[in-house]
């Protein structure tokens, strides 16, 4: 009888009972909450490694480039920051269109079009406009506002944003809907259904609190927080440290007051006295006349 080979001449097995590494957080990853549109409900939050993009997308003005600046201008300059919407008031339902080619935003492929109809489902009706002349526009917001004059009267609005067609309807909160738009025209601006984004539906206004549960979760590595807008009541500040300061990530939230009270020890009611006598230990709280400051701290030490 035949001996059989042994089986370690054949295959090597070897059993590693070694734990898994933990991954790693970025601590120097910055989440700045901020209510202008430029990011819809359904986005909700970007990514950005430069300021430059950050400007390419608000603007110079927006009070999230603003804080953005400060943030990218430490040295050494931080690497990652997150922009995220906060809904604070209702928000309309949203179509983007695709980005257009360099072809497709000729402004010689628009102004031939003198008969353009366009038929949009606003809020579970079909809506039709008719007679669009472009004729004399000479740019492609001008085109934008010249059907969105017309779209005024049933509901909805068109705006381009430098790259695509933006459809918006009149209506705002969780019941307003937008669909697909048909037509050649609507196929022009890339807003039919084999070519534009999903259309997003309105959304309620939420409270800042409400923001950052939401945007806890879509982004899981950001470490510090702060909100563009300075108008904040000191009980919202107080709602999302006790949020920050709960949360099994560990994370810190950023403050910038600009009101005078806070140099004034006989005056306990302002967001620094607030949260010192909370015993909140995952905050940071700046006095500036900037209302960004905190902004730039937090830049420097991530």
């Not at 590693?16 to 590494?21: M, V």
């Not at 601590?27 to 409900?41: H, M, R, T, Y």
């Not at 986005?43 to 953005?68: N, S």
């Amino acid at each position: 009888m035949s001996r059989a080979l042994s089986v370690d001449r054949v295959v090597k097995v070897s059993i590693n009972l070694a734990p898994l590494a933990a991954a790693r957080r970025n601590f120097g990853a910055l989440l700045l909450l901020g209510s202008s549109e430029v990011i819809d409900q359904g986005e909700r939050i970007r990514a950005y490694a430069a300021i430059d993009a950050v400007a390419a997308d608000f603007g110079l003005a927006a009070p999230e480039y603003q804080a953005a600046e400060l943030f990218f201008s430490q040295s050494p300059r931080p690497s990652l920051l997150y922009v995220g919407r906060w809904i604070k008031e209702d928000a309309p339902a949203v179509l983007k269109g695709a980005a257009l080619s360099e072809a497709e935003a000729a402004l010689s492929a628009w102004t031939g079009i003198t008969e353009g109809s366009l038929t949009i489902n606003i809020n579970g009706q079909q809506r039709t406009v008719e007679d669009l002349d472009f004729s004399d526009a000479v740019t492609l917001e001008g085109i934008a506002a010249i059907a969105s004059a017309a779209l005024s009267g049933e509901g909805a609005r068109l705006d381009y944003d430098g790259s695509r067609f933006i459809l918006s309807t009149a209506a705002t909160g969780a019941a307003a809907v937008l669909g697909y738009a048909d037509g050649p025209l609507a196929s022009l601006m890339k807003l039919t259904a084999d070519t534009a984004l999903a259309p997003v539906p309105g959304a309620d206004a939420e409270t800042p609190l409400e923001a950052v549960a939401v945007l806890a979760d879509r982004s899981g590595d950001w470490y510090g927080l702060a909100f563009t807008d300075p108008g904040l009541a000191v009980e919202d500040h107080l709602a999302v440290a006790g949020f920050i300061e709960a949360s099994a990530k560990s994370r810190i939230y950023a403050v910038t007051t600009t009101d005078t009270r806070v140099l004034d020890a006989a005056f306990g009611n302002d967001v620094a006295s607030r949260l010192s006598g909370l015993g909140r230990r995952r905050s940071l709280v700046v006095y500036s006349s900037n209302p960004h400051a905190a902004v730039s701290a937090l830049g420097r030490a991530f």
